[in-house]
């Protein structure tokens, strides 16, 4: 049995860039904000539900409101002038100077920013990952998300991903999300608001070319496109929460040579039942577990979502579980819009159509 699921935490929307330049590249930013300042002001971004912003200069006192849109600034060299986040855990996946930066970043909560938090932060600018627009309730799991009004009110301006955020309002966002343009608009347009928009075109460049390596790879192959279930194994094993046509995982999975099992939901998410899981016999199983904070931690989570199906009556008579071909890449770059998104669609591709689609295991095992 299937029921729709709106929003949420693993919801994905991008900035659509509707007066700036368009970007490219790639590699790590250095964190102490000399990304290159270019591109003239003022700068106008859009919003969720057609809300549009125009910047007269570049944002100078940044607040995020989780680990995703923090690494995105990281990268573009942004990263001093982040002085909050939300939502910190997905940066101890971080590592180097990246992993360092964002651990210096002030952590005003584990959860969703409380809203007066958030307005007396002193921030110029608030840079929302998810979350309905202002004044409509929870956003991104947790407080109250302020009006426009009191954003207004204590100078602060927001900057919504529309990618991951309201993917239905993205540029171009008619009909299912097959690539990453709408990831690059969001990338493209902290850019713009940042006055980093060289860096920005740098990390665009560096997304197009891992892709397009992974392209290759699929080609290389001539092997058919298997069918391919995200395991969202946090959201909850009794009923699954597949990833539909329009979240930034189905264009993952798209670019990386395979199909979807559940490209026919119309939307981000959708509770499924594991009757539908079985009934679409998936050839790979991705296990979408979320980073537990270090490289051991990840892999035990791993080794308990592949142990979950294993043993679950439901699903260890499924050719993909008996034959153990799972792909573990994480929750994080596969389902939230990032420069990362690019690299899983290559280790996916790497893993379904390389080597490591050959054997046992799938070479998805680290």
Not at 98 to 127: C, F, T, W, Y
């Amino acid at each position: 049995m299937r029921a729709r699921v709106r929003g949420g935490a693993a919801g994905a929307a991008l900035i659509g860039l509707l007066a700036a330049g368009c970007g490219g590249g790639g590699g790590d930013a250095p964190p102490d904000g000399t990304g290159t300042a270019s591109g003239g002001f003022p700068v106008t971004v859009g919003g969720c539900a057609g809300a549009v912003t125009t910047f007269a200069a570049p944002a100078r006192r940044i607040v995020t409101d989780d680990a995703a849109s923090l690494e995105l600034l990281l990268r573009l060299g942004a990263g001093d002038r982040v002085i909050g986040t939300g939502f910190p855990a997905g940066t101890r996946a971080l590592t180097g100077a990246l992993g360092e930066a964002a651990r210096r970043v002030e952590v005003l909560s584990e959860g969703g920013i409380p809203k007066e938090r958030l307005l007396a932060s002193g921030a110029d600018l608030h840079v929302s990952t998810f979350g309905p627009p202002e004044g409509a309730g929870s956003g991104g799991g947790g407080g109250d998300v302020p009006t426009a009004a009191e954003f207004e009110a204590v100078g602060i301006q927001r900057v919504q991903l529309r990618s991951t955020a309201c993917p239905e309002d993205a540029d171009g966002a008619d009909g299912p999300v097959t690539d990453l343009s709408a990831v690059e608009a969001d990338v493209t347009a902290l850019g713009a608001v940042t006055g980093t928009s060289a860096r920005a075109r740098q990390l665009v460049a560096g997304m197009r070319a891992e892709v397009a390596a992974a392209r290759k790879v699929v080609a290389a192959s001539g092997r058919a496109r298997p069918t391919y279930f995200f395991f969202d194994y946090d959201a909850g094993t009794r009923q699954p929460v597949a990833v539909c046509n329009r979240q930034v995982a189905h264009a993952v999975i798209t670019l990386a040579g395979a199909r979807n099992l559940f490209a026919g939901c119309d939307g981000t998410h959708e509770r499924v039942g594991w009757e539908d899981v079985i009934a679409g016999d998936p050839e790979w199983i991705q296990l979408g577990v979320r980073h537990r904070g270090g490289a051991a931690a990840d892999r035990e989570a791993f080794d308990e979502a592949e142990r979950w199906l294993r043993t679950n009556p439901a699903t260890r008579g499924l050719a993909a579980v008996e034959e153990r071909r799972f792909v573990r890449v994480g929750s994080e770059a596969t389902t939230i819009a990032g420069v990362g998104n690019a690299h899983t669609v290559r280790r996916i591709a790497e893993i379904l159509h390389g080597d490591g689609g050959r054997g046992a295991n799938g070479g998805g095992r680290p």
